[in-house]
């Protein structure tokens, strides 16, 4: 702990490290106060039944991923999502349209175009969710919550949230830049992370004002947790080592094998190379039957769908649930894992899988086995994207709290500390500190 303590001081001793970390902080301020200012022409104090909308089910999925703002009829209402579901979209066409095929390949200014691409898809996704979003305010909301109405209130609305969302895009552009990097992730996080308080409070109400378990139960609520976090630890960081070998010239010209001393001897293959895309793929499928349901006449078959995709800890729900992000899982790691990319690179560079041909083998070769670990893979992320069900439904957990027990959620913010600590650590070793998560004698800093 005291190790901790003296590498913790020790970030503040690096200027530029320091900078980074306050400008971070600063611009994370800004979007939480962003989030509480609501629209212009809406009553704030008449937001009862928006909120209300949000205290469970899907409509407090989406509330969390926009830090309360949802709910709020902000001007952060629909947040950084739309620029998610942008990215979404350019990756997946990045397999089919050859133009962006041919950016990706372009190094630093294919990766530019990119980028604006991603932005400019991100306003049009923002132009088709912000009059969504409007309407849904016009059936939710009372009328007397509306002080103005009319064409110039949806305009100026829906103009406002697009200018909102444009703005949260360019602070995690800055965060990820001038700051300690993943700006977006950083942002989510942020958000995640400002309605568990809330969640906490309510669920530790409910334990000891109820008769409900008292404070033994809730210890072992949190001690839970505990392990369903370091479950998510070791999902995020586990991966399969594949053994690599480098053939070098001697100096009388000949060539020798090598295992190339201090550099990395492996191909380092993820456990869960997807990351939380599965789940979001599926939570967007899980919306549409009950979408659907809801257009469709009321008949009892439609009340029924309607009821279980509604419900996020009901077992039809789950099952399917659980079976879509295995399906995703294999789906986006085929994608974005190029297995004979990394064979071709390892070939130029004079490198080879011992016992394995270099070339159209090691590209077979390393897809064999990220089918092997991604099956694996597959079910943990399956597990844990339902356990909130789990912890609902066996514990009597609240709705509110119990979403923190796994999910999108709960993989962010582990995904995104985790992140933040290898940037932070790489400041440190560079300035010959130990990094936060090392032991062992800080070394003297260079000047």
């Known amino acids: 702990m005291k190790k901790f303590i003296d590498s913790f001081i020790n970030v503040w001793k690096i200027e530029e490290l320091k900078n980074r970390i306050l400008l971070t902080l600063g611009l994370l301020l800004v979007y939480r106060f962003g989030a509480q200012v609501t629209l ?3 009553d704030a104090t008449k937001l009862t039944n928006l909120t209300n909308q949000t205290d469970e089910g899907i409509g407090w999925l989406i509330n969390v991923f926009t830090g309360g703002a949802f709910s709020q009829a902000s001007v952060f209402a629909l947040g950084i999502m739309p620029y998610i579901s942008a990215s979404i979209v350019v990756q997946l066409m990045g397999i089919a349209v050859p133009y962006l095929q041919k950016l990706q390949k372009d190094g630093e200014s294919g990766r530019k175009k990119i980028n604006q691409i991603t932005r400019w898809l991100t306003i049009l996704i923002t132009l088709v969710q912000g009059p969504g979003y409007i309407y849904n305010l016009y059936r939710t909301l009372p009328g007397e919550a509306f002080m103005l109405t009319g064409p110039t209130f949806i305009f100026s609305s829906v103009l406002i949230l697009v200018t909102g969302t444009i703005f949260a ?3 995690g ?20 992370i400002a309605r568990m308080p809330q969640a906490f409070i309510q669920e530790f109400s409910s334990r000891t004002s109820q008769a409900n378990g008292g404070v033994m139960m809730m210890v072992f609520e949190l001690i839970l947790w505990f392990l369903v976090i370091i479950a998510c630890i070791l999902l995020v960081m586990a991966v399969r080592k594949i053994p690599v070998q480098y053939a070098r010239r001697t100096v009388s010209g000949d060539f020798e094998e090598d295992m190339m001393g201090g550099n990395r001897q492996f191909i380092p293959l993820k456990l869960n190379a997807s990351g939380v895309m599965p789940i979001i793929f599926a939570q967007a499928i899980m919306f549409i039957p009950a979408a659907v349901s809801g257009l469709a006449k009321e008949s009892d078959t439609a009340l029924s769908i309607a009821g279980m995709f509604n419900d996020p800890f009901g077992l039809v729900y789950n099952i399917v649930f659980a079976l879509l992000i295995v399906i995703f899982t294999y789906f986006y790691t085929a994608i974005t894992v190029p297995t004979n990319k990394m064979a071709d690179d390892l070939k130029r560079s004079g490198g080879f899988i011992p016992g394995v041909k270099p070339g159209v083998e090691t590209g077979d070769y390393l897809d064999k086995i990220m089918s092997l670990i991604t099956f694996p893979g597959s079910l943990f992320l399956a597990l844990v994207a339902v356990f909130p069900a789990v912890a609902v439904s066996l514990l009597g957990v609240q709705g509110a709290w119990g979403y923190f027990y796994g999910g999108t959620s709960l993989l962010i913010m582990v995904g ?3 992140d933040t600590i290898q940037q932070i650590n790489s400041y440190l070793l560079n300035k010959h500190y130990d990094g936060l998560m090392k032991s062992g004698k800080n070394r003297k800093a260079v000047a």
Request: charged letters at 15%.
């Open 40 to 42: 212009p022409g809406i």
């Open 173 to 192: 552009e800055k965060i990820t830049d001038k700051g300690i990097g993943n700006g977006i992730s950083l942002l989510i996080m942020v958000g995640i």
């Open 169 to 171: 895009m360019w602070l």
């Open 416 to 418: 995104v500390a985790i």
